[in-house]
């Protein structure tokens, strides 16, 4: 294992590269890079990694499954000031440990689990910050809410009406695919969708639009995403 210093450098040299393209590419939309926020995805990679990831100035953690950050936390408690990010699948049975792991839930995609999350929150009085998942490209691999109207606005509309739950936007895994500009209908979609509820849906704090990953970003930040979700950009390739 390469000490902290070492891939805290790493870090620093690919992150001001990832910053660079983030840059370039908001100011092609006419945005402000700033309103980008990178959450950098630890799957696979160990604590100190994450130590390192936190040490080069980004505190954005995102997590696939509830039991590899569990083992993470475990020793990471010192670490101030970082917000875990639930990006992956999350399943009911696991919504609680998940709430005790996770500041923000990226992947709500079906009712059922928003109403797990609920339950478990309630007693609590805590509120936490969620996302919608959208397949947009309603691929039968990945999961998520269908891309249309009838589907999503009851959606919203019950997760609305869960007072534990801050619905403060969408999120999209994009199909692979090896020319990025094949996303952008994509991006552009979940995007058009966003716009469309939170004028349908003023009441809800619209924040976020959680899209694009390593061989995707800079479209996704040309086409309004708020959240990228980065691991190989940031930490090369994940370690087995």
């Known amino acids: 294992m390469e000490s902290k210093a ?45 130590r390192a990831v936190v040490a080069a100035g980004l505190t954005d953690i995102g997590e696939n499954r509830v039991q590899e950050a569990e ?13 875990w990010h639930m990006v992956g699948h999350l399943q009911r049975n696991k919504a609680h ?73 969408l999120m999209t895994v994009a199909p692979l695919v090896d020319d990025s500009e094949e996303v952008r209908p994509v991006f552009r979609r979940l995007r058009e969708l966003y716009e469309g509820l939170q004028a349908r849906y003023p009441e809800a704090p619209w924040a976020h639009l959680s899209m694009g990953m390593t061989d995707d970003y800079a479209v996704a930040v040309e086409e309004g995403a708020t959240m990228v979700r980065l691991g190989r950009a940031l930490l090369g390739e994940r370690q087995r």
Do not use: C, M
């Not at 660079?20 to 604590?47: M, N, S």
């Not at 083992?71 to 917000?83: C, E, N």
């Open 97 to 169: 440990r998940a709430l005790e792991l996770f500041d923000f839930i990226h992947s709500v995609d079906r009712l059922s689990l928003a109403k797990a999350l609920e339950r478990r929150l309630a007693p609590q009085e805590r509120v936490v910050p969620v996302l919608l998942e959208v397949n947009v490209g309603e691929e039968a691999s990945k999961y998520g809410f269908a891309p249309q109207a009838k589907i999503l606005d009851p959606a919203v509309e019950a997760v609305l009406a869960l007072p534990h739950l801050r619905l403060e936007g």
């Open 6 to 50: 070492v891939w805290q450098k790493r870090i620093e040299t690919n992150l001001e590269i990832v910053r660079q393209r983030i840059a370039q590419a908001a100011q092609r939309a006419g945005r402000e890079p700033e309103d980008v926020h990178i959450v950098v995805v630890t799957k696979t990679f160990d604590a100190e990694v994450v």
């Open 71 to 83: 083992a993470k936390r475990a020793v990471l408690d010192d670490l101030q000031g970082v917000r």
